[in-house]
């Protein structure tokens, strides 16, 4: 009897062990990939590959970085509209000048504000190939990329490894809500 309970014992954990485990990264994309489809879907990611992780400090310098260099060009372009008398183009690029400034001053607060937590990891890259079936539409093996937080929340998914870093500013803890206050107010503007 004893026998027959270790064979049991045995044969249940070569079958736990060879069941697939779920990749709770595959299936954040998969997720994010399928929220808005309202059709019954199956789709299966593969050749899930960890490319790269970036820190929040980076991310800060990435995003700082782009707002210096609209900074600098937006001046040279307002100097211009100024030379040539555009007094409408040059209201407009102040405007612009302004609130980039504020928002990369924000950023570098936000900065100094998170301290030592800018070393955590922001969110890992990954490339992936995803095959399946939406509706009764096949969908043949195709190569992705995708940004993916260390809790699973996934920032992009896009198919030019170019476009992954398009919104991963939305990591920085306050940056979204730092953009939606000018879109807010410049909507009030135009009322």
């Known amino acids: 009897m004893k026998r027959y309970f270790v064979i049991a014992l045995a044969l249940l954990a070569l079958a736990s062990c060879t069941k697939k485990q779920a990749d709770p990264v595959a299936d954040a994309i998969v997720a994010e990939m399928m929220k808005d489809v309202d059709q019954p879907y199956q789709l299966q990611i593969t050749d899930l590959k960890l490319l790269d992780s970036t820190t929040f ?94 809790d699973y929340r996934v920032l992009t998914c896009v198919s030019d490894q170019r476009d992954m870093h398009k919104a991963t500013g939305l990591v920085i803890p306050g940056y979204k809500e730092l953009l939606d206050s000018f879109k807010e107010s410049e909507e009030e503007q135009e009322q």
Do not use: H, W
Not at 123 to 140: A, E, F, H, N, W
């Open 57 to 150: 400090s980076t991310e800060f310098q990435r995003r700082i970085g782009i707002y210096n260099t609209r900074l600098d060009q937006n001046t040279a372009r307002l100097e211009k509209y100024m030379k040539q008398g555009m007094k409408k183009n040059a209201s407009l690029m102040f405007e612009s000048l302004q609130k980039d400034t504020k928002i990369y001053n924000e950023l570098i607060t936000m900065k100094e504000m998170m301290g030592d937590d800018t070393l955590n990891v922001a969110y890992y890259d990954y490339s992936y190939t995803y095959s399946g079936k939406v509706g009764k539409t096949r969908i043949p093996a195709q190569q992705a990329f995708a940004t993916v937080t260390p």
